[in-house]
């Protein structure tokens, strides 16, 4: 099998976590180079690859197909321009860059370059949010009115990283939200309009450490919310419909074992029992519904195949519009108005 030879820039959490196993678990891809200044992590992980100094260097190998970018957001635009320009394939970390303008410069960049930019957003492959697409597609519950979603957590105390530090693409909106907003649209798309509430709660906060959004379809509403104050357990989903209820406690299991170094296999994205989630169809007793698995296999396995076809799992355009949709959420909170899609699409 020709794999695909890939570099990867950046060797901190992200590459560490989410990247590397992922990598590592599948054929049609190997790493080459590993741009990092830990050249003793790097061979724990990867002791065939070379360790660069700089992109600048690696981008010299001819081999090089495909560069992996997870590094700081503000560092992305440049690093893919400059892997664009060198004619390779780019993934980039979530949510892609830092402005709308920049995604606009990619696309165009990567079009006359004749390469592909794909963006990870691995929680598309989370088991909650794959069984809440086969609820909604099959249509168990009837039509769905309400969705709410979050992610939230208990941590008071603002913390010395870069995305809890004031700069371009810091801040739990551009964190977590970006996951959110791409789940929803991934689901329902566009929305009509969106009401949103950016937060600065944390003592010495300096950036946005929470939020709220509500994004309109017509009668429907989705809720999408995050906050750093919420100790003890609260739904992860809620999907309300004219038939039922399904509300899902617990968080996808797949970023903790990769964290904990589990070795993945056929039971890697099963959620625990003790997390099914509740389905209550019409005035019936609610019931546990078992997880569909989870598979961040299957964003890697899917930009494989997309990058030969064009059929990238995530693209830039995807990425553009979930920008877009943290712009228009940013400026529904300051100025405390409805902001309609017109509004953002231009």
């Given amino acids: 099998m020709t794999t695909i030879q890939t570099t990867l820039v950046g060797f901190g959490f992200s590459a560490v976590t ?12 190997t790493v080459r180079q590993v741009v990092s200044s830990q050249a003793e992590k790097v061979a724990t992980v990867f002791p065939d690859a070379a360790v660069i100094a700089t992109l600048e260097e690696a981008l010299q190998d001819e081999q090089t197909e495909l560069v992996i970018i ?62 809440i697409e086969q609820l909604i597609e099959m249509n168990e519950i009837g039509d769905w009115q309400w969705l709410e979603s979050r992610f939230d957590r208990y941590r008071p105390v603002v913390r010395d990283r870069w995305r809890e530090q004031k700069g371009p693409g810091s801040g739990i909106l551009f964190d977590l939200g970006s996951h959110l907003i791409d789940q929803a649209l991934a689901l329902f798309g566009e929305p009509d309009a969106v009401v949103g509430d950016v937060l600065f709660q944390r003592d010495g906060a300096e950036t946005d ?36 209820s399904y509300v899902k406690y617990g968080m996808d299991p797949q970023e903790a074992r990769l964290a904990s170094g589990q070795p993945i296999d056929h039971t890697f994205g099963r959620d625990e029992e003790t997390n099914y989630g509740y389905l209550q169809i019409a005035d019936q007793p609610p019931e546990r519904l078992a997880t569909l698995p989870g598979n961040y296999l299957g964003f890697y396995e899917a ?44």
Avoid: C
């Fill in 70 to 131: 997870t590094t700081p957001t503000a560092l992305h635009f440049d690093m893919a321009k400059q892997a664009i320009e060198a004619k390779k394939h780019v993934l980039l970390e979530k949510p892609a860059v830092v402005t709308i303008e920049e995604a606009e410069e990619l696309m165009r960049l990567a079009d006359q370059q004749g390469v592909r930019v794909a963006v990870y957003q691995n929680r598309r492959y989370d088991g909650d949010f794959l069984t």
């Fill in 303 to 346: 930009l494989a195949k997309g990058l030969a076809t064009g059929d990238l799992p995530v693209d830039l355009t995807d990425a553009l519009k979930t920008m877009q949709l943290i712009e228009a959420v940013r400026l529904s909170s300051e100025t405390g108005r409805k902001i309609l899609r017109k509004e953002w699409e231009g």
């Fill in 209 to 244: 450490d929470g939020f709220q959004m509500t994004l309109f379809y017509g009668k429907r509403r989705v809720v999408l919310r995050s906050n750093s104050f919420i100790q003890g357990p609260t739904p992860r989903f809620e999907l309300h419909a004219t038939r039922g």
């Fill in 18 to 29: 989410f990247h590397a196993p992922l990598i590592q678990a599948l054929p049609e891809f």
